[in-house]
């Protein structure tokens, strides 16, 4: 999740904690005000419907607290009383409260960058605000390794055992096969899809590369060979807020489907 995604759930914050006491703001009304902001990277562009979806879902993960829709007014507030949101659990969300209105969004960013002259009793907003947004790609990883049984083609999942936010999934036969699986890395705004292999002969491993359409291989730790998909598309997914699992599996189905018609090594002729 990189800073002007950031900018913008902080946006989003505040503008919905300054109107809670109000009844709360609409989503269009949100999106409007966003056009004007000066905190807008693309002035007079909006926040789309979808986007505000993932937005919710950002809040979620940074500040561990859902917006609530008055089903009536069709405006968003958050809960403001302390009980709800003790120090332990989100101290940047406390600050955000406490200074509704007078909230500084690029004060809080230069927190997240540099650390520099922060108040002491912020610094812990800013560290823990920190931690969640490094963390974020080791929660994807995991919720995909929860999912991973739903993926058809493949019957075994597992994290990477040498890089971190990776989840390896493979079809048993097909891996006998052609000593071939998938490593997908998980990053803070895109997915990374890999064929991995330990086929050691190089004639071999050009074939199966070019059988499974992807690119000559690069050999990493443990002495596997990482091989990037031909098509760039196929290589890495972008997301703002968080990635889609759903397209995730779908893509992996795609690529394990590309293992499956690899042939298995020649045969040489015997006279």
């Known amino acids: ?28 009304a949100l999106s409007d005000k966003w056009e004007d902001s000066c905190k807008n990277d693309r002035p007079g ?20 607290c859902e917006l609530i829709c008055n089903p009536t007014t069709k405006k968003y507030t958050v809960q403001l009383d302390d009980e709800s949101f003790p120090d ?3 101290p940047l969300l406390k600050i955000l409260m406490h200074n509704a ?27 823990d ?22 993926i058809g083609g493949s019957d075994c999942a597992e994290e990477d055992e040498y890089y971190r936010n990776y989840v390896c999934v493979w079809n048993e036969a097909v891996y006998r096969r052609t000593s071939q699986w998938l490593s997908i890395g998980f990053y803070d705004d895109e997915v990374c899809f890999y064929v991995v292999t330990h ?23 443990g002495g596997y060979y990482w091989h990037e998909p031909i098509d760039k598309e196929l290589f890495t997914m972008a997301f703002e807020t968080k990635p889609d699992m759903t397209k995730v599996k779908k893509r992996v189905e795609m690529l394990l489907q590309c293992l499956a018609n690899v042939q298995p090594q020649c045969q040489k002729l015997v006279d």
């Open 45 to 64: 562009s909006p926040i789309p419907e979808r986007t505000f979806y993932r937005i919710r879902d950002g809040i979620k993960e940074l500040f561990g």
């Open 101 to 127: 209105g007078t909230a500084s969004i690029n004060e809080i960013l230069q927190m997240l960058v540099s650390g520099n002259e922060v108040p002491a009793n912020d610094m812990r907003a800013a560290r």
């Open 199 to 221: 086929e050691s002969d190089p004639a071999e491993r050009e074939r199966k590369a070019k059988e499974a359409k992807v690119a000559e291989g690069i050999r990493y730790r």
């Open 129 to 150: 605000l920190s931690v969640a947004v490094s963390r974020l790609p080791q929660k994807y990883a995991e919720s995909f390794l929860k999912e991973a049984a739903d």
């Open 88 to 90: 332990s659990e989100s």
């Open 1 to 28: 999740m990189n800073i002007p995604i950031i900018r913008r759930l902080l946006w989003v914050m505040n503008e919905i904690i300054d109107s809670t006491p109000n009844g709360g703001i609409t989503r269009q």
